[in-house]
């Protein structure tokens, strides 16, 4: 289908971005081995690929800081660097929290 016009070639629909994603940042903090983190993880990854919002995960056994600070709330999710959930992580809650803030 060479030949075929660039209207007809569509791009498989991606997320709009919130006005302010580029304003925010989501951080896992997790260990390895932890069924919660995974859970976790799945959500983080799910709502910030919705909202365009980037997120990383960091890993208290690799940073003694996090352990020190976190160990008893595995998994914890920031945003923005400050402390949003931890254990279980509420997909509405993040969502929420990630496009009501400037409003």
């Known amino acids: 289908m060479a030949g075929m016009s660039p209207l007809f070639r569509r791009k498989p629909a991606q997320p709009e971005p919130s006005e302010h994603s580029e304003n ?13 983190c ?9 709502v910030c690929a919705e909202l365009g919002v980037p997120w990383e995960g960091k890993d208290i056994t690799e940073d003694r800081r996090l352990h020190d600070q976190y160990w008893e709330q595995i998994p914890v999710v920031l945003v923005d660097g400050r402390q949003h959930t931890f254990w279980r992580v509420n997909e509405e809650r993040l969502r929420k929290a990630l496009t009501d803030q400037y409003k």
């Not at 995974?38 to 799910?46: G, I, N």
């Open 24 to 36: 925010h940042l989501v951080t896992l903090i997790r260990k390895p081995g932890c069924h919660l």
């Open 38 to 46: 995974d859970d976790a993880q799945s959500v983080v990854e799910k």
